[in-house]
């Protein structure tokens, strides 16, 4: 009943006051998977965009998640797009947002990454990652991803570098061939230069757009495997104009990225193609508009290893993490698969 951005307010609050009950803890052996070095409990994770400044690890940590991610920061505090800047489309499932990644800047979220690392009493263990961006003026292609990865390395679990938002000016550019090579050659450099000085692993993955072409996808999937980047992220929001077009249609027309269930055909379907161009040898993560564990199991048998979610949150809460854990379970059982890792890619190979 609130206006979107309030109610997001709110719900952060709630989850910082320990106003959020705990979901009760489920696990199956079914549901565990190691990839890029990290042991998954689970394949649910939260999507970027939900906690920006890693307010709320701790209270988040007791939801179930098998992995969280925060951000996106950028290395200097923003105050992100006019508002209102979220809009809800309850007949579709569906969100569009215009952000612009507001957020209070690496300094603060790495002190709460560090507080969480090295104070954190939750007993639950839970993979952190963090998604990492640049600031709408800063030109340069590569210097906000480098900085904020000096910043936070040693701090989480693996970093997530995205060049996917539509809402900041330029940031899909750098999808493009010759920038992605460059800014990938640049933080593969960085990290090599980090790991060596503090003796550690940290695994990158990229976060693209399910709006690129089948040339753009393939320049992208040749870059990642080339770079040896540990995992893609698929997707973000999208700006297809026949999605957007088919949401208008109930009356406004909001600028911005559409996410939930509207973009889930169209970002399994990049999905399904990545796998495909990498012959499956690069982990996915699949997003965009899992509501149930049907949904995340067609994700999974399109190519993706994990899934998250955001927009199914908002509509559903917090009870559908356990949910889509507890049906994944059941939907392996009745396809005979010992392991989720068995279902992987399997309406695909
Ligand atoms: C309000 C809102 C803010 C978001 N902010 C970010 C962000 O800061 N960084 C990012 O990588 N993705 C962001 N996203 C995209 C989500 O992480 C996700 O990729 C997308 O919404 C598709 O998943 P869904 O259909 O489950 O929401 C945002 C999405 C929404 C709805």
Redesign the pocket.
């Known amino acids: 009943m609130l206006p ?1 951005e309030v109610a ?1 307010n709110l719900s952060i609050w709630a989850l910082k006051s320990n106003l959020i009950p705990a979901q009760r803890i489920y696990k199956h052996q079914k549901l565990e998977q190691k990839l890029f070095g990290l042991s998954f409990d689970n394949p649910v994770g939260l ?4 906690d ?1 400044n890693a307010e709320c690890i701790e209270n988040l940590v007791e939801q179930n998640f098998g992995f969280l ?1 925060f ?2 920061v950028t290395p200097v505090p923003q105050a992100g797009n006019d508002k209102p800047r ?1 809009f809800r489309l309850k007949e579709y499932d569906a ?1 569009i ?1 215009r ?1 612009g ?1 507001p ?1 209070k800047g690496l300094e603060l979220f790495s002190q709460k990454l560090r507080q969480w690392k090295y104070t954190g009493i939750n007993s639950r263990k839970t993979i952190i990652g963090a ?1 990492i ?1 640049k600031n709408k003026l800063t030109a340069d292609i590569s210097s906000d991803y480098i900085s904020c990865m000096e910043k936070i390395y040693g701090l989480c679990d693996y970093i ?1 570098v ?1 060049i ?2 539509p809402n900041t000016p330029g940031l899909r550019e750098l999808q493009k061939k010759d920038n992605l090579k460059q800014l990938l050659s640049d933080i593969k450099s960085k990290k090599k230069e980090i790991s060596t000085k503090y003796k550690g692993n940290l695994p990158v993955l990229l ?1 693209i757009s399910p709006d690129e072409s089948e040339e753009s996808l393939a320049d992208i999937a040749d870059i990642v495997v080339k770079k040896k980047i540990d995992g893609v ?1 698929i ?3 999208t700006i297809n104009p026949e999605l957007m077009n088919d949401v208008s249609s109930a009356g406004a027309v909001y600028t911005g ?1 559409l ?3 509207p ?2 055909g169209l ?1 399994t379907e990049i999905i399904r193609k990545f796998y495909q161009m990498t012959e499956g040898k690069v982990p996915i993560i699949g ?4 509501f149930s564990a049907e949904d995340a199991y067609v994700k999974i048998k399109a190519g993706a290893s994990l899934v ?7 509509y559903k809460g917090f009870g559908l993490v356990n949910e889509i854990n507890e049906g994944l379970v059941k939907l392996l059982v009745k396809d005979g698969f010992s392991n989720i890792s068995e279902a992987v890619g399997r309406d695909v190979r």
């Open positions: 979107p997001h999507a970027a965009g939900f920006k991610e951000g996106t979220i969100v947002n952000m990644f957020n998604n961006g997530t995205n996917s938002s976060k992220i997707s973000n929001t990225g996410s939930g269930r973009v889930f970002s997003v965009g508009g899992v998250q979610l955001y927009t199914g949150l908002v």
